[in-house]
């Protein structure tokens, strides 16, 4: 079974400055859909940015950005320029392509973004 | 228009009655899902259906009982409450096994409170 693993229950950065939420998961596919999700305050899961395990380019949506490697199982988030909006729980999950279509999520982040 | 929609988004109720959650997606998507969230907010799957038709139910005690009227609704009835399925439940939508994305898209929640 895959499993989903972020070491960091809590991170803090300042205002504008850059910030990186580590992931790793563990699976015995090759071909899989990464995804990070943001949950503010008001719980809505939101998506920030996905990433195809057959692409070697890492994605990249405006201030985000991820760290793929797929050889070390390790999918990290990279939040440049950090806004007071970015405050939220931050979740990485795992989706296999083959098996049934479930999102196997981690343990989640806690960024707090400070003034 | 909201693309995926719970009702009700707060519920509380007393041990032992039964109560349900409804859903809805205007995506066009296939597939739906039941997500848990507990107390620490990790998130599990708990059902999926396609097309109506249940594709993963992941060994949920069998108080719980998904049904699909159609593609775009997914219900989620809760028979005889207890103290512990006090959570978050999300609903979520996507397209099934599709070439062009297999992101789900996640409802606002309903924070289900048993007392």
């Known amino acids: 079974a895959q499993t989903v693993t972020q070491s960091q229950p809590e991170m803090s950065v300042q205002e504008a400055e850059t910030v990186t939420l580590s992931c790793t998961y563990d699976?015995?596919?090759?071909?899989?859909?990464l995804f990070w999700y943001k949950q503010p305050p008001s719980r809505q899961m939101i998506l920030v940015i996905r990433?195809?395990?057959?692409?070697?380019q890492n994605a990249t949506e405006n201030r985000f950005s991820v760290n793929f490697q797929k050889a070390a199982k390790s999918f990290s988030l990279k939040i440049s320029d950090s806004q007071l909006g970015d405050a939220a729980m931050y979740f990485c999950a795992f989706l296999e392509i083959q098996g049934a279509q479930k999102l196997v999520f981690g343990q989640g982040t806690r960024l707090t973004i400070n003034p | 228009d909201t693309a995926v929609s719970q009702t009700p988004k707060y519920l509380v109720t007393q041990m032992g009655n039964d109560k349900s959650i409804k859903c809805e997606q205007n995506?066009?998507?296939?597939?739906m899902y039941w997500y848990k969230q507990d107390s620490k907010k990790f998130l599990k799957i708990m059902f999926s259906y396609n097309n109506k038709e249940l594709i993963i139910n992941e060994t949920v005690p069998n108080r719980f009982s998904p049904k699909s009227p159609d593609k775009a609704h997914l219900n989620l009835h809760i028979n005889s409450l207890e103290l512990g399925d006090s959570a978050v439940y999300f609903c979520?939508?996507?397209?099934?096994?599709?070439?062009?994305?297999?992101?789900?898209?996640f409802g606002p929640g309903t924070r289900l409170t048993v007392l």
């Open positions: 979520a939508s996507s397209p099934f096994r599709s070439s062009s994305t297999d992101t789900q898209y």
């Open positions: 995506l066009g998507h296939d597939t």
């Open positions: 699976t015995s596919e090759s071909d899989y859909y």
């Open positions: 990433q195809e395990a057959y692409k070697q």
